[in-house]
């Protein structure tokens, strides 16, 4: 076995007390949230629960799961989310596919022009004029079709393809008669898994986020999106804290729409909460596979 040195042993010390310091720094917001979501509201509104819960209560949740805007704009948030990411992860591996293949004439010219779309936009005045024009204003398809692909995405998987799929047996399963869809579908993808795993992640995670453009293109209550409805609670209590102070008849109010604050904010973190253990370890290796290689 290989002796390691005091240097080593310390070096590895350090590199665990602050991997820890960071950890519970990262930590304490999100058990602090989960917490006061089920405490009662005068502890932590008093500033008596920093931590664990206190004077469990269920108020936030049930108020929740009674609010039929809520539970709509939840529906739409996962509707929104599963439809951009496949159309996302289509619309990228079409363009980063062909990007990929050395044999296509006038790839460094496109993946120029998009490069420049990185560094110069026609910004939000002829974004919206120009979905007005298209007819999607309050439609699903203005949260979708605007952000349906990523440039950064289509270069982070255009070097995955380069530098992690041998172009070798791209060239055998030519000559054996297979066509380029064919060649994408039965070889390129199955061993890109990966990197598609990280792209997932990495557009589920903006739709599921995202109000910007709902709060631009929508005027439809009902298609609203969690994240908008979240906003309007978060800004609406505030507002109503700062004209309340003072007035005690108000104060069960506050308190009542803080415990809907941290069960809205702990119900709409779920999701990508369950969804990043699952997808971690491709995350890192696809990633790093892609930045450190060709």
């Known amino acids: 076995m290989e002796t390691r040195s005091l240097g080593d042993k310390?070096?590895?010390?350090?590199?665990?007390?602050l991997l820890a310091i960071v950890s519970l720094i990262v930590l304490y917001p999100l058990v602090f949230?989960?917490?006061?979501?089920?405490?009662?509201?005068?502890?932590?509104?008093?500033?008596?629960?920093?931590?664990?819960?206190?004077?469990?209560?269920?108020?936030?949740?049930?108020?929740?799961?009674?609010?039929?805007?809520?539970?709509?704009?939840?529906?739409?948030?996962?509707?929104?989310?599963?439809?951009?990411?496949a159309i996302n992860l289509v619309m990228?591996?079409?363009?980063?596919?062909?990007?990929?293949?050395?044999?296509?004439?006038?790839?460094?010219?496109?993946?120029?022009?998009?490069?420049?779309?990185?560094?110069?936009?026609?910004?939000?005045?002829?974004?919206?004029?120009?979905?007005?024009?298209?007819?999607?204003?309050?439609?699903f398809w203005a949260l979708i079709i605007p952000s349906a692909v990523s440039i950064w995405n289509i270069i982070i998987m255009r070097t995955f393809f380069q530098s992690s799929i041998p172009n070798e047996i791209q060239e055998a399963a030519a000559i054996d008669g297979c066509s380029d869809w064919r060649i994408l579908w039965r070889i390129v993808l199955p061993l890109s898994i990966p990197i598609l795993a990280v792209m997932v992640l990495f557009y589920s995670v903006g739709h599921w986020n995202a109000y910007f453009n709902a709060l631009i293109?929508?005027?439809?209550?009902?298609?609203?999106?969690?994240?908008?409805?979240?906003?309007?609670?978060l800004i609406q209590g505030q507002m109503e804290e700062?004209?309340?102070?003072?007035?005690?008849?108000?104060?069960?109010?506050?308190?009542?729409?803080e415990?809907?604050?941290?069960?809205?904010?702990?119900?709409?973190?779920?999701?990508?909460?369950?969804?990043?253990?699952?997808l971690q370890k491709y995350f890192v290796k696809g990633v790093m596979i892609g930045a450190i290689k060709g």
Do not use: C
């Not at 415990?259 to 699952?278: C, G, Q, R, T």
């Open 10 to 17: 310390w070096f590895d010390g350090v590199n665990i007390a």
């Open 33 to 85: 949230v989960l917490s006061a979501s089920v405490s009662n509201p005068a502890h932590v509104l008093n500033g008596d629960m920093w931590l664990l819960p206190k004077d469990i209560t269920w108020k936030g949740y049930s108020k929740v799961l009674d609010n039929k805007e809520l539970l709509n704009s939840y529906g739409n948030t996962i509707f929104y989310t599963a439809a951009g990411t």
């Open 92 to 139: 990228t591996v079409m363009a980063a596919y062909p990007l990929s293949r050395r044999d296509f004439a006038g790839r460094n010219l496109i993946m120029g022009l998009m490069v420049f779309t990185m560094f110069f936009s026609g910004g939000l005045i002829p974004s919206y004029m120009l979905v007005k024009q298209l007819g999607m204003l309050n439609t």
């Open 217 to 233: 293109y929508l005027t439809d209550r009902a298609a609203y999106p969690l994240q908008l409805i979240l906003r309007e609670i």
């Open 242 to 257: 700062m004209v309340s102070i003072g007035d005690s008849s108000h104060a069960q109010t506050i308190m009542d729409e």
């Open 259 to 278: 415990l809907v604050k941290y069960a809205v904010v702990v119900i709409a973190n779920l999701p990508i909460l369950v969804l990043y253990p699952l």
